[in-house]
């Protein structure tokens, strides 16, 4: 089955810079990769996600790239905030699972003033 | 505002007693996932459901944990009887076959003493 590792898995950032997570998986053919954000006490939110006949998609000061020949993908934060600050999960669907989702294991972002 | 929910939020019990989580899955959406959230193992699927017939509960402890959908609107996850190493929060989430997106609920934090 499919195996997502993501790293790293806390990451320290001053206010305005940049932060970057990256993930990889395992299963060539999986075709969707999607980026939750879980808040403490709340369950995980969909912020984006990207397909794999896609190389790159934004919206507004996230974004997440796919390399498939490396089978690895990222996520972009430009201009952190301090509500930015969360944990941060990668997923993929592999295949011959429906619409499993297989799970990173997490990235602990804290946005310092 | 479609969204998952789930009742109850909180749920502290002893151990040997039988506990119920409900999720309402956003309308129309005709998959329906349940999963365990620890420190220690991350996001673990249990169970998943497609036109309410379970496709995968491989996840799942089969001799206590036991999870249906009665109805379109209603999925259920039981523990009979529960044990302190049940304790974690639950997520239901939902979407629509093909899609790949899931949506969260807000979880059921369960402490089993």
């Known amino acids: 089955g499919e195996n997502v590792e993501q790293h790293p898995s806390t990451l320290s950032v001053q206010e305005g810079d940049s932060a970057v997570i990256k993930c990889t998986y395992s299963?060539?053919?999986?075709?969707?990769f999607p980026w939750y954000k879980q808040e403490l006490g709340k369950g995980p939110q969909l912020i984006i996600d990207?397909?794999?006949?896609?190389g790159e998609k934004k919206d507004q000061r996230i974004a997440v790239t796919l390399n498939k020949t490396a089978k690895h993908f990222s996520l972009h934060i430009t201009e952190t905030q301090p509500e930015d600050s969360a944990v941060y999960f990668c997923?993929?669907?592999?295949?011959?699972?429906?619409?499993?989702?297989?799970f990173g294991t997490g990235t602990q972002l804290k946005v310092e003033l | 505002d479609a969204r998952v929910t789930q009742t109850p939020r909180h749920k502290v019990t002893e151990m040997g007693q039988e506990v119920t989580m409900r999720c309402q899955p956003i309308?129309?959406?005709?998959?329906v996932f349940w999963y365990r959230q620890t420190m220690m193992q991350g996001l673990e699927l249990l169970a998943y459901?497609?036109?309410?017939?379970?496709?995968?509960d491989s996840g799942m402890p089969k001799d206590r944990f036991s999870a249906e959908m009665p109805d379109a609107t209603l999925a259920t996850l039981k523990i009979q009887p529960s044990e302190p190493r049940d304790s974690a929060v639950y997520f239901c989430?939902?979407?629509?076959?093909?899609?790949?997106?899931?949506?969260f609920g807000p979880g059921t934090r369960l402490t089993v003493l």
């Open positions: 989430a939902s979407g629509l076959v093909g899609r790949g997106e899931q949506f």
């Open positions: 299963d060539s053919a999986s075709n969707y």
């Open positions: 990207i397909r794999s006949n896609v």
């Open positions: 997923a993929a669907r592999g295949t011959g699972g429906g619409n499993k989702l297989t």
């Open positions: 309308l129309g959406h005709n998959t």
């Open positions: 459901f497609r036109n309410r017939a379970p496709l995968d």
